[in-house]
Every structure is written in C-alpha cells, then in structure tokens.
C-alpha cells in the first residue's frame, strides 16, 4: 500500500466497511448490556475484529488522507464515549492508534491532551503507563528544538485546569504529568511553576503533601496506589524520579505560596469574626 496505494483502493474500501459494522456491532452489543460487569464484552470477537482493523486503518491513514479522511476523528470520538466500558484490549488498541496520529502529525496534541489525560484515570495499568508516557514524550518532541508558546500555553491550560478540579484522580494525573516535566526542563517556567504551588490549596490532603514534598525537596512525589486507593489498581506505585537540589522550585515561589497561606488564614479569620 506504501508503494502503490491506488492498486490496493478496493481492498482498503473493503477494510473501512468492515471497521464500521463491526463498530455499529459492537456499540448495539453495548446498548443491549451485552457486556459483564468487568467490561468484557459476551462476544469478544467482535472486539478482536474491532481493534485488528483499527490498527491496520491506522497505519495506512497517512497513505489514504482522502478515503480516510474522517476516521482519526471518528476514532477518538468513539473511545472518548465508551472509554470506561470499553473490554481493556479494545481499549488500548485503539488508544495505541490514537497515538500513532499524534506521532505522525495527524492529529493535534492539543486537541487529544484532555482525553489522554482522562485515560489516566482509569484502572487499567498498561493503559495509563502508555498514555502517561505520550503525553510526556510528545510535549518533550514538541519542544526539542524550538518552543511553541501558544502551543504550550493552550497545553499548560488543559493541565492547569485538571489540576484546580476537586476531583483528586484527575487533578494528581495533572500535577505528576506537570512536575514530570518541569523535572525535565521542558515547561521550566514561572507558570508551571506557579501551577503546582497554587495546588498547595487543593481540597485533597493527598494532592497537598505532593505539593509541599516537591516544593521542599524532602520526598518524591508519589502516586502512592495502595490497597486502599480505589483510584488506580492495587500493584502499581507510579513514582517520579527523585529530585535534586539542584531541580528544586526557586525559593520566590515557596515564599509566594507561603504569603498565600497568611492570606488566606487571614481570610479565613475575617469570615469567623463577621458571622
């Protein structure tokens, strides 16, 4: 298909009608509660079918950009609908197709960020190890050899945004994937940095001795998965590497998270002395 693409035009219209019965198959399945409570599917070949053809489509996309056209988007649709009850192999295969655009410029970063980053939360191992890591790897890409500001400015603000939300799965997603890469040098700037300070106010006590252990440089933080964390499976302990002096946050923004403390202790008196 490489080398001679329109000799092989009937059998990838052949694929791409197969692709979409077996996604209608497979989304009436799920209408129908076909599914078990693990997600996996009664009828896993429907699934199997599924992914073997997504895979094949996603490889041979940048060879067909016009027969193709709609099937990144309609891809990344799908799994953003039925992620959480999708069968864990169907899953990943198709966010492996996912991320196979996004290597080769097919689809946006920016436009996949917020998706990716709700994979994370999932309870599903591979899948947020894989998901992690191309966030990580594609802002790091991005930014190799110049810097995009907008670029990185709509990023930061889809990770700013996760990281002030109260819920705690998606907010600690955000601050390991922002401290990952201001470990690195990659977002090594006053607004990431003043990112992870403010996170020093979140509602999760977790979510605040994270902060304050990266602000001190006294542990390394943590996605501490234990029996009890109903948020991640129970074998997994996802740490960033340990932090040197030498990465420490500059001492202005401990001190700016420190008048922000006072200030709203201040606050917090004010309210108590009015009621």
């Not at 996603?58 to 309609?74: G, I, K």
């Not at 590497?241 to 403390?261: D, E, G, W, Y």
């Amino acid at each position: 298909m490489k080398t001679d693409s329109e000799g092989y035009d009937t059998e990838l219209s052949l694929i791409r009608s197969q692709f979409y019965s077996a996604l209608e198959l497979f989304q009436q399945q799920t209408a129908l509660n076909f599914t078990s409570i693990s997600g996996v599917g009664a009828d896993p070949t429907v699934a199997k079918n599924l992914a073997d053809r997504a895979m094949f489509l996603a490889h041979v996309t940048s060879f067909y950009p016009n027969h193709l056209a709609e099937f990144p988007s309609d891809l990344a649709a799908f799994l953003k609908s039925s992620a959480r009850t999708l069968p864990s192999g169907l899953r990943f295969h198709v966010t492996q197709a996912l991320v196979l655009f996004v290597n080769r410029k097919i689809i946006d970063i920016k436009d996949t960020l917020a998706l990716f980053m709700e994979l994370q939360t999932l309870d599903d191992r591979n899948l947020r190890k894989l998901a992690f890591s191309h966030v990580v790897h594609s802002i790091r890409r991005m930014n190799k050899n110049h810097k995009n500001e907008a670029m990185n400015r709509a990023l930061q603000n889809v990770l700013f945004t996760l990281l002030q939300q109260e819920g705690e799965a998606k907010a600690k997603r955000s601050l390991i994937t922002l401290s990952e890469l201001h470990r690195r040098k990659v977002w090594f700037d006053d607004r990431t940095a003043n990112a992870i300070c403010m996170a020093c106010f979140h509602s999760s006590s977790r979510i605040m001795i994270a902060v304050l252990s990266f602000l001190l440089d006294y542990e390394k933080i943590e996605n501490d998965d234990e029996d009890t964390d109903d948020l991640s499976s129970e074998d997994e302990i996802v740490k960033t590497p340990k932090l040197s002096s030498t990465r420490r946050l500059p001492t202005r923004h401990i001190i700016r998270v420190q008048l922000l403390a006072r200030r709203k202790r201040k606050q917090n008196y004010s309210v108590l002395f009015v009621a």
